[in-house]
């Protein structure tokens, strides 16, 4: 069964980068648009951003923020610099069954795991 596996985050302090990775297993996501959520207890998951199938159009809700991927690789990235304590949250990356993004979380029908990303002040 297919499945998304993002990776990439961690603890870092305010001001620093990350690149987050979502790599698809046994599921081909190139003709998928794809996007980045985020959530934090008790709060709704919020979307950050999203890429067309092609990469041709970006949907990017904070700045700071690189959304990209390579289709040949089956990897979708998300760049994130100048962190700041409340973009502390776990990130899911997420596949779209359709080639242009959307920013409304129901749209998407494979997530992964999440992974956690810790920004201290």
């Known amino acids: 069964q297919g499945q998304l596996v993002e990776s990439g985050g961690g603890l870092v302090q305010a001001g620093g980068s990350l690149r987050l990775t979502c790599a698809a297993s046994?599921?081909?996501?190139?003709?998928?648009?794809m996007a980045w959520f985020r959530q934090v207890p008790g709060k709704e998951r919020e979307f950050v951003a999203a890429?067309?199938?092609?990469?041709g159009i970006t949907d990017v809700y904070y700045s700071g923020f690189t959304v990209s991927r390579d289709n040949a690789k089956n990897t979708v990235y998300l760049q994130i610099n100048s962190l700041k304590p409340e973009d502390t949250a776990t990130y899911y990356c997420?596949?779209?069954?359709?080639?242009?993004?959307?920013?409304?979380?129901?749209?998407?029908?494979?997530w992964g795991q999440g992974t956690q990303v810790t920004v201290s002040p």
């Open positions: 890429i067309s199938w092609s990469g």
């Open positions: 046994g599921l081909d996501i190139s003709d998928n648009a």
């Open positions: 997420a596949r779209r069954p359709a080639v242009i993004p959307s920013r409304r979380a129901d749209l998407y029908d494979v």
